[in-house]
């Protein structure tokens, strides 16, 4: 089992854009935000995040909300879709894996259950996180993809 540890994750500023349905859709949602940031001529600033808002066993996948966030330093203003906001400080249980991302339920799966045995739960204010580390066009293939997987905590 990878490491596990408890980390506080400070406010950061994104540009942000929001969709509903299959978690499936992030890379090609990532894509869309990547292409408008660049039109408009603005850098991103860190790495690429996801935010996931449901629980894919519980909520129908057309249903399913989540985001693609890129941190941004400098001005910007959102357009149409494409939102600027301040993502809150958050204490996340996290851990690094190195995969294609039809594996990270697995991720997920052993992030909640040392969750539950070293006296954390889930915080439902906050949306789970995707750190994209390294992406498909940084690495020759998926098993080469890295992903911090981010679950918001509060004490048990």
């Known amino acids: 089992m990878a490491e ?3 980390k506080n994750v400070p406010a950061i500023s994104v540009m942000s854009l929001s969709y509903t349905g299959p978690y499936e859709q992030t890379s090609d949602r990532l894509d869309d935000l990547m292409a408008w940031m660049l039109r408009v001529g603005h850098p991103y600033s860190d790495f690429p995040l996801g935010l996931f808002y449901d629980d894919p066993v519980k909520v129908a996948d057309d249903a399913l909300r989540a985001e ?3 941190p941004i330093q400098e001005e910007c203003e959102g357009y149409e879709e ?3 906001k301040e993502l809150p400080p958050v204490t996340v249980a996290c851990m690094r894996f190195t995969g294609p991302y039809h594996d990270l339920s697995g991720v997920y799966q052993e992030v909640f259950a040392w969750m539950g045995e070293n006296g954390y739960a ?17 690495v020759d293939e998926s098993s080469q993809l890295v992903t911090e997987v981010q679950v918001p905590v509060v004490s048990a």
């Open 4 to 6: 596990i540890q408890i």
């Open 82 to 84: 494409v939102e600027r």
């Open 122 to 138: 889930y915080d439902e204010e906050a949306p789970c996180r995707e750190v994209y580390v390294k992406l498909l066009g940084q």
């Open 68 to 70: 693609v966030c890129l």
